[in-house]
């Protein structure tokens, strides 16, 4: 039985997390966050004060790492059976996140884990590479982007709105770092797959983002 996949890249900030999980509702499939399983080690080596020039113990710690994910209205991620839901989303999660993944034995242990998220109904997949790697036989390939300035400034208005109060030339700072690092890699670095539909967001709502993924999905496999 065929499982379709819509696979949804792009750099952080692009609204690909919300896109994705509205568009995996609307159709009626399973959702994959997979910078959240990269964000899922990185808080397990922060927990562990591992090293991050100790590629060993990195490979290591990804290797045991028991993870359980629940996405109602909320994505809900369980390691080792602790709830990490509130540390996922931190600056420092992200950027740790975004140095080990550019290690390629993190990244080949963290392959099979996104794999085992294709079933049917279908999958919605979000991240850097899902179209380029991880399903690069994908059936439909979307690659969102927005500018540096206005990904930053959206970045921004959620920190604040959550009451954490930060710096927006320094939130713009660590964007241009992360596009860097990820684009820059060696292994599965974040690049548009040839067969993507290209969306640049920056003056768009989510809703014409939201149209536009849609588009790309025949009625008859939505649920
Ligand atoms: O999408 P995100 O911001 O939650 O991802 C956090 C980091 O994880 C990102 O900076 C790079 C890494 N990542 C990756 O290398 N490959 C993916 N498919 C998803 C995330």
Redesign the pocket.
Known sequence: MHIPVLTIDGP?GAGKGTVSRIVAKKLGWNYLD???I??SLAIALLQKDIDLANVKEIVATAQAMDLAFQCDDELIVKLNGVDITAQLGTEAT?NV??IV?AIPEVRQVLLQKQKDFKALPGLVAD????GTVVFPDADFKVYLTASAAKRAERRYKQLMEKGIDVNIRQITREIEE?DCR?KGRLTAPLAQADDALFIDSSALTIEAVIVQVLSLVPQHLAM
Do not use: F, P
């Open positions: 952080s997979s910078g959240s990269y964000r992200g996140a975004s993944a991240g850097r590479d899902m992360r990820d």
